[in-house]
Every structure is written in structure tokens, then in C-alpha cells.
């Protein structure tokens, strides 16, 4: 993958992007879950071993999700790793160590990264065909797309939340105003008895509601730490640059091009760690919607109080009916990732709120099938 005309100091290594999408996974340390358990049994069954397990790689130590049969200890797990991450392929038939015979399967995220494997063990040579080697990678595409699929459905929910609580903050002002007029309206000397009634009510109610307002905005802070995007002073060239390095394997494995068309500095008041997200979800979505070797274009324009950033892509394009629908959650659209992908719908919706929460515009323009698609995000300087 190529990267034109615009480059960022410090870069996370490929190891820091994998341990990161690890985190997102939200996988280590988690209980048991039955399907995992179900993924472990059905792959024993295919090859008819009595040992198998789901491991995923952490920083220092390897955690199982699950295990059928005999458990490794601790060190073999480590060093079967090892062997396996050194693997060219994703497939590792009949290596021994320790006197026992092992197949293992690696579970590659859609970026590229080995998260973890799918390990098949035994004393005895186990026999495979390609059928069941095939059976396999499957299974292993089963986990990741769960994983996918839940990582989704988490970071819409909270992008949701968010924005929940943004408009809740920004309820409290007018219920402020309300609650002191209505206080002041009813220490009025002239004012009826009726009136004054009537304005104790509000008084009390309106106090009411921003004591609720309140209770749900602290308890926001107490889960996440802060609901409201920061307001930061950034490059957006730095925020892009972080987002395809998240990417970089991804668009590798198509041999796609991403170009930064973008040659000043184009700063903003935002929240780096949104927008990134933000700018994720959008070339992310480009590079699966497109081919092989083809390229995505990133361009640039500024006014005074607002940058423009356009994400055009040479992918299959959309349809008026697609771009009528794109932002409704899992409505179904004409396009299918052009490698297999897993593809759920809700980045582009977590996107949408990102740009919504910084009071901005996002939507999508296409000539039409086969024609590619051009993302416009529209934020505010400030």
C-alpha cells in the first residue's frame, strides 16, 4: 500500500496496531462463552483429535477462551505460538512438539493481524484433507466475524451513548433558564396568588428534571470517564495518517493505493481519539466496497469556519436507492465487500454520530454502479 504527499512522526508498529485491536476485541479475560466452546468441539470433530483450543495472543501471555480435552502447559502454548506466528500461512499441519502431533489455524482479523489461533492436538499424527483444512478456516472466519460483529454493535452503542448525553447536557441550559425565571416570576410582589402557584410548579419541576439530567451525566462519567468530545487543537492530515496505519494491512492484501491529497496543514478544534474512529470507519469502508489494485483518493478544502474532507474510492458504487439508505442501521444495500469481508453496516452509522457529535455533515455521492463512491465529511473549525 502506498501513502502520498503526507506523513506522521511516531507511528504505531504493526505489534502496537495488532495489541490495540486486540483491546477493541474486548476478548482477554472474558468468561466462557458457549460458542466459543461450540467452535472448539466442531473442530476436534472435523479431524477426530482428542485435544483442542481457542487461544489469543496478548501482550507477554497467551489467554484461552477455550479448551476441549487435555489443557498445554503454559510454555508449550507460548512456543507453539511462536511457531506458528513464524508461519508464512495461516495453516500449520502436523507439527510436533513434545511427542504430540498439532494443526493449527490462525484467526487474522480483516486488517491482516494474527489475533490468535485455533489449535488441534494429539498424540498421533493426525490426518487431514483439504476439505477439512477448508472446514477449518471457516470456523476461524466464524470467530473473527463474531468478534467483528460484536466490536460493531459495542462501538455503535457507544457512539449512541454519547451522543445521548451531549443533547442531555445541552437540555440543561434552557431547564436552568426555566427553573430561575420561574423562581423569580413567583417573588414577584404584583403577581396572583394563581400565578404564583403556577410558577412554584414549574420552579420545582424544572428542578426536577435537571437533578435527573444530572444523575445520568455522572453516571456517564463514572462508566467512561467523559461523555463530550474534547475540544483539542489538531492536524487532520495526523488524524487520516493514524486511521490508514490502522488499515495498512488491509489495503496490502488488495494492493491498494491510499493518497493524502491534502498539502497544508488543516487544523481543528476536535476530539482526535472520535475523529480517528470517525476516519476509520470511512476508509475502512472504502477499501472492502472496492477491488484490487485500485486506488482511494483523500482530499481537502478549507473556508473559515469549516474543512471539508472528501474520501473517494474506485469501488462499486452506489445506487439511489443505496444512498437513500446508507446511514439506516442494517438496511440492506446492493454492494458486497469484494474480498469476503466481514461487512455489518454499523461503521458507517458510529461514523455518522462522530461527525454529528462535532456538529458536523456527513453523506455520500456516486454516479452510480461501478462508478465508486466519494465520502464528504463536513466539521466545523472550531
Known amino acids: 500500500m502506498d501513502i ?7 507511528a504505531p508498529s504493526q505489534e502496537e496496531l495488532r495489541l490495540q485491536k486486540l483491546n477493541d476485541y ?6 466462557a462463552e458457549h460458542f466459543f466452546d461450540h467452535i472448539v468441539n466442531l473442530s476436534a470433530g472435523v479431524f477426530n483429535v482428542p485435544n483442542a483450543f481457542i487461544g489469543f495472543a496478548g ?14 502447559p503454559a510454555d508449550q502454548i507460548m512456543e507453539l505460538f511462536s511457531l506458528a506466528n513464524a508461519n508464512e500461512s495461516n495453516a500449520l499441519p502436523n507439527q510436533t512438539l513434545t511427542n504430540q502431533f498439532f494443526i493449527t489455524q490462525a484467526l487474522t482479523s480483516p486488517e491482516g493481524y494474527h489475533m490468535g489461533f485455533i489449535v488441534l492436538y494429539g498424540e498421533n499424527e493426525i490426518t487431514t484433507t483439504l476439505r477439512q483444512l477448508e472446514m477449518l478456516r471457516k470456523l476461524a472466519e466464524m470467530v473473527i466475524n463474531q468478534l467483528e460483529t460484536r466490536m460493531s454493535v459495542r462501538k455503535t452503542m457507544t457512539a449512541q451513548d454519547d451522543r445521548l448525553h451531549v443533547l442531555i447536557h445541552d437540555l440543561k441550559n434552557p ?28 420552579n420545582l419541576q424544572s428542578k426536577r428534571m435537571l437533578q435527573n439530567l444530572n444523575e445520568i451525566l455522572s453516571g456517564a462519567k463514572k462508566v467512561k470517564g467523559s461523555y463530550k468530545p474534547q475540544k483539542l487543537k489538531i492536524d487532520i492530515r495526523e488524524i487520516l495518517v493514524l486511521a490508514i496505519n ?4 488491509a489495503a496490502e492484501n488488495k494492493n491498494q493505493t491510499i493518497v493524502v491529497d491534502i498539502e497544508n496543514q488543516m487544523e481543528i478544534f476536535g476530539d482526535p481519539n472520535k475523529l480517528s474512529h470517525l476516519f476509520f470507519h470511512l476508509l475502512d469502508n472504502s477499501i472492502k466496497f472496492s477491488s484490487q489494485n485500485t486506488t482511494v483518493t483523500i482530499t481537502g478544502e478549507r473556508t473559515e469556519n469549516l474543512i471539508t474532507i472528501a474520501i473517494a474510492d474506485q469501488g462499486q458504487g452506489l445506487s439511489e436507492e443505496d444512498l437513500e439508505h446508507l446511514f439506516i442501521k442494517f438496511a440492506p444495500l446492493s454492494t458486497k465487500p469484494t474480498n469476503g469481508e466481514p461487512s455489518n453496516g454499523l461503521g458507517l452509522i458510529a461514523a455518522k454520530m462522530y461527525v454529528e457529535m462535532h456538529k458536523g455533515k456527513l453523506w455520500a455521492e456516486s454516479l452510480g454502479k461501478n462508478q465508486g463512491t466519494t465520502f464528504f465529511v463536513e466539521l466545523p473549525v472550531k
Open 246 to 249: 490502522n488499515l495498512r494491512l
Open 26 to 31: 474486548d476478548i482477554i479475560d472474558s468468561p
Open 59 to 72: 501482550e507477554r501471555e497467551v489467554f484461552l477462551k477455550s479448551v476441549f480435552g487435555f489443557p498445554l
Open 4 to 10: 502520498n504527499h503526507t506523513s506522521v512522526n511516531n
Open 175 to 202: 431547564m436552568t433558564t426555566i427553573s430561575l425565571q420561574s423562581e423569580l416570576l413567583g417573588r414577584i410582589p404584583e403577581i396572583s396568588e394563581r400565578a404564583g402557584i403556577i410558577a412554584e410548579k414549574i
